[in-house]
């Protein structure tokens, strides 16, 4: 009988498992992702089942998709597949937008060696690294460096960042009204060039040579980021173009959530360092979108004020969640400012930002 | 394990060294990206006939219009899908 | 040269083979499964070329997608998916319908054990389990347990269960017949009320929740059929609930299907215990649908007659099919007479009556 | 292997239990399942306007209703599927 | 840093994964296969990333999808389900041009192992075979052999195969033109017979079942080309012929590609070997031509003229393309002499022949 | 590794049987085929109401034709699709 088998911790795995189903269907946090894993978790809670165990079907999943690196990667591809990078490429310069917001990362990365100084906390550089990652506000970044560096805390590190880029549209607006004026908030950009197919097509490329050249290390991520977005742009192989956009990601989003689930026990989720990671997490979100903001600032002052600050908050990635929170502060001020196609850059700048931290972390602390 | 004073210490190069490398990649990837939509610009206006023309493979139309019609339905579709 | 290896087992399999893709093709029994098997099991017996072998194409998919126990779990997520339980949580007494039912398990059971009598078969209490599940009606589930407690009569378990859920028009109906009279065939049901959206998000968690406390060894069946069912319901995941109803239940049944007939082979299937499993097997549809309408007899009683005994008939599982069978029987006997609705209760009942059933053979017989 | 007789003494005992355990569990759901229902109707009736409210990330019609068009159809497609 | 790593071999492969994607994506050669080869050469020469390596992308991919044999299977599987062989039931004689150009795979064989005069090759017998069959013109039947066979090749050999497919609209017309008279071109032929349903449901089995009395060791490319038909013609499994047709084959495309990709390493394609597999390649395919133009004659001949011998050239298969080119080259003779059914006859054919003469080498000299 | 001229030997052989399997195979699924349509011809004219009758477990049209619409739509459509 599984009562009598049943342990507390399990009970409370199982109960976090309901509440991140119920914050996925009520409350629409991230419900492709945190659904699927919180499902994991109350299965893989299971006394004497041993869904997860080497034997079960969850742990076969996490061995061969997220052990490998497969299934963030091939998220990655299907990411690539439906982004339309237009905006990035009608204004490169937003990209500094994407860096600036990559402090958040690196903050917290300070943030979590110095909870060390508290007793009850011991996190290694790598750990560190990986927990840093989830101020890049990019899930399958976050898993993947996680399943590099740091494997035991990958549960808790997917639960935060996914859950922190639903709350995007709580976090950000107070950070941003409050480093903005009322007049930086009202400034309108200008309609963006429209952009050839062909920059389409060699962007792809532009991106993977600077990877090769300067940081080979992020090249599995960003390599199939651009493999996706090709795909996508070149126009002669809608086939697998589609295939990308839906049934692989799809199919590998449920197996992802479900092996991401099978992580969160209660030995390496019920831990105080846990606490550490969500306030970490929430560190990260709000450093990051204060660095992009201020980048914003930067950039307005030195262009003349052809800028909107309010789009440098996009920066973070947490694609498109963050571009329509800076719209909406944005219309906020100004009923006729429509910042949407504008924060896009900054946006998918964001998501190149955060796998070339992931490389930069990766190349300086794994292996 | 190292004092956490090191590790702060190193995480502190990290910072600068991680932050350092992801403004200086941005940066380089401005400036290729300017560099790129130039080379656009001047491809597609070098050779504005360029679109249509490369595609050999293809039936012309008219021609064999008809044609295509009674290859069987599933070999067209995967090759123009 | 292929004939000259020949052996006389391996052409019988071949026809075996034939007749399955016979059966599938032209009488329609369960074609999406046993055009597969019956494909494989030609391919397997191909001499020399050793495709059913440890380095061949359905050896690869017999090792990773059922020694695992992953397709039909995989099955399982998709049935969930694609099953709505709302006539189920209308009517939940039905469930005890979906239970009798299972006595053709039991019964079943006992069966194959007393054919140790005859000389010539040899059912260890693990055999006997699996062979049993053929009275569950249910493919996948049978499948399942067969590859947990006897991997060599898969092949015939499997074959025998889909079979027969294709025959349950011919079996069912004479049993219908004989157990009721004309007056308790042509009663009516009274209308099903509606089903909140709240109550068909809830119901996976309900069945789920028994599962962890009373019987975890089910859970594997149980937690994926309705995690399926839960990313049907819950409304903001269409894309995920997609992919399991279609892209990934399809894909899986081909090579399901192939890789049961990899476990054709002639040593395995050529047996008496052969037409013991589909002598048994016939045994356990009868004895289930005797025992779903005698079910259905004590509730009309117990009920004052507001149960039509037929319905019973459907706790086998076969889903839909045995519904379908309900309703024409009772419209045979009353030409206004619809039951089709009210036989999907103890029809869906019947698929969570086999894995629980499972279960029970899986903690007290397996490991 | 054990001796037909034993082997048949054991699957009667099986059956019994095994018929009981499938029994007990699915009249526990009965109970389990009506409680849920009367659960699902009281909150139902608790909340009658829970359903329209808690979607915070969507935006509210009329607002950006022109926006939502220029977001990049594919991103939007996988978000909304 | 990745520049200071790159080595001149790294930099040369990745300029010829630029080659390929430029051919795919500007000249349409094969795209759906050359797109994903050359990024896949790129990704894999990325220095310190080691995507192709054991614990990368790739290199799992290459491991568990080509070493296996499994994922060129999977898309004879998807062409099984693509092609309709109506064609050539109506006239089974196309048979005799696919057969004769199968004499393109042989003569090369003859080729490859004469290169071994020439200081610097050493082909030995296994290479040959697996570079003979490139004149197949049939890319997952080549990528099956040289998976078998000859590993080492297996890049050169994939991007050979793909690339002459994609140039048989010039490679075959001028071989077409020196081979027959312009009589001989204008020849029209009669319109085909209307198959009936039962025709093309058994004809998956005729050929099966040769292959399992002669030809087992083809069993495997011919038995999941002929289950994939089956699966298309039977009529009662719609969803698993377009799994078959669709999800498969894209997603397996996808991956065969870029594992494929991940074989051309400097060391293994930047070696004189190469430049003799190409010139093999088109001396392949030329013959091929030649000898399916020839047979086409002949049969012009015994048929008292009812062949026109433009349709012999289609048996090299590269459907539908050849079809398609025997279709223009006969319209440049006659304005309105459509061959193109009747081509496509002689082009499924020769794919049935070049898994044949896979089968024949694999049994031959494979292990 | 064998001399050249032995490996060609092999080779020519080789090609021979190669070539010579390819034409027998291909001769005798030409006479198979025939076989096989003439079989198929004389099976259609035999039994020409055969296409109709052998579906069992379809429902019959106007008998439960309503019903078929209350069936769960996905799982009907699993089963027809
Ligand atoms: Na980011
Ligand atoms: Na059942
Ligand atoms: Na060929």
New interface residues.
Partial sequence: ???A??EWGQVLM?LVG?VL?YL?????FE??LL??IG?GA??SN????G?AGP???LG?VYHVGIE???FP?LIFMGVG????F?A??AM??T??L??AA??G???T??GA??L??VPGF?F??AD??AIAIIGGADGPTAIFLASRLSPDLLGAIAVAAYSYM?LV??IQPPIMKALTSEADRKVTMQQLRPV?K??K???P?????????????A??LI??LM?GN???E???????S??????????V??FLG?AVGSKLSADKFLTVETLGILALGALAFCIGTAAGVLMGKLMHKLTGGKVNPLIGAAGVSA???A??VV??VG?EADHHN?L??HA?GPNV?GV??SA??AG??LA??GG | MMPVSDLLMEGVNLMLLGMGIVFIFLTILVVTMSGMSRLAAAIDKKQPQAVPAPQPAVPKAGEDEELVAVISAAISRFRSR
Same sequence: chains 1, 3, 5.
């Fill in positions: 009988m599984g009562i088998n049943l199982m309901c189903i996925a269907a009520v409350k629409n419900p492709l659904l699927p499902f109350i299965l299971i006394p004497v089942a869904i034997d079960g079907l076969y490998t690196g497969v990667l597949a439906l982004t339309d237009s990035l490429i490169p310069q990209l500094f994407g860096a990559q402090f990362i690196f903050a990365l300070l060696l110095a060390n100084l011991e290694s550089m560190a690294s639903a549209p709580i050839s062909l920059e097509v060699l962007f490329f532009s991106v993977l040579l600077l990877c090769i050249l300067f940081l080979p290390s090249a599995p390599g199939m493999f090709l795909l996508r070149v126009g002669v192989v809608d086939r697998l589609r295939a990308a956009q839906n049934e692989i990601i799809n199919i989003t449920i479900l694609v498109p969640m571009a329509r719209n909406r219309l429509f949407l196609m896009m700048a190149i930002g070339v931290a930069v972390l300086l602390v």
